[in-house]
């Protein structure tokens, strides 16, 4: 067996196992709360209007509201719930597009736990009680968008459609 100073080699390779040993049971004879699990981000189905949260907090509940105030885009769902929407590739035309933000919507979204902030996955609309695929199309390229910024492959201005489902929501 190969020594080194007084400790033979073999005990030298067990001591990160056993340092770990120790703080584990110090940790447990302390009483200590074993770490809470951080809650699950749920994907849910939502269906309501574009409000301006800060305008929706001044009718419902008299906050203070600037004259020249940032629109705060939110969903106002149908039970009445406002979820404030985070911007991100699938709600960029909530926030650029006055057209999306007057229609009734169904959106897929991650609801954030804790929050009311959600993160769109899908956007859908209804008309006459049918969902509706709703999308950018350059009619040049035959390209569908999520998005209204101009054709990427063209450059050319794109146009707003909606179109029924084929298929059920999933």
Known sequence: MITTGFVPERTLRSWPFIAALLVVLVRLASGADPPEKTPAVRTVELRGRVVCLPEEMNQRHGA??????????????????????????????????????????????????????????????????????????????????????????????????ERPLKEPSK
Request: aromatic share 10%; with cysteine; glycine share 4%.
């Open 64 to 161: 203070a509201l600037t004259t020249n105030h940032e629109h705060l885009w939110a969903l106002k769902a149908d039970d009445g719930k406002c979820y404030t929407f985070l911007r991100g590739k699938f709600s960029e035309a909530i926030f650029v597009d006055d057209r999306i933000r007057q229609k009734d919507l169904v959106v897929k979204v991650r609801l954030f736990p804790g929050t009311q902030a959600i993160e769109v996955e899908r956007l859908r609309t209804m008309k006459a009680g049918v969902t509706q695929d709703i999308f950018y199309y350059c009619e040049v390229c035959a390209i569908e968008s999520v998005s209204p910024e101009i054709c990427a492959c063209c450059r050319e201005p794109v146009e707003l459609r």
